[in-house]
Nanobody, 128 residues
Framework: QVQLMESGGGSVQAGGSLKLSCAAS???????MVWFRQVPGKEREGVAA???????TYLHSVKGRFTISQDNTKDILYLQMTSLKPEDTATYYC???????????????????????WGQGTLVTVSS
């Protein structure tokens, strides 16, 4: 059974950078892995996805500022966040599923429905 654990959240001023990590254990097959974020009262929002072949997709509002990557030898997923804005403040979650990201609208509305395995989340706070 796959388990995920995020780390790297924290507080930063606008314009700053943070790098989130998601350590996966129990991985038996290549997965679609996605970073989501959520603020209280809003639906969980897909931010960036990486497929098993390394192809990536991004939410429009983070394109050019965030980079998703993975170290397959260590089963670690990363999210490098730069030029952070106050509106990036949220709890960030990683999620995984044995599907092809490109076959589903994983970053679209309610994309979180495709995923059953989640980490516990890490809080990112960006102050102006």
């Amino acid at each position: 059974q796959v388990q995920l654990m995020e780390s790297g959240g924290g507080s930063v001023q606008a314009g700053g950078s943070l790098k989130l990590s998601c350590a996966a254990s129990g991985v038996r097959s290549r997965l679609c892995m996605v970073w989501f974020r959520q603020v209280p009262g809003k639906e969980r929002e897909g931010v960036a996805a990486i497929d098993s072949d390394g192809s990536t997709t991004y939410l429009h509002s983070v394109k050019g500022r965030f980079t998703i990557s993975q170290d397959n030898t260590k089963d670690i997923l990363y999210l490098q966040m730069t030029s952070l804005k106050p509106e990036d403040t949220a709890t960030y979650y990683c999620a995984a599923d044995p599907l092809r990201c490109s076959d589903y609208d994983v970053l679209g509305p309610a994309g979180y429905r495709y995923f059953e395995v989640w980490g516990q989340g890490t809080l990112v706070t960006v102050s102006s």
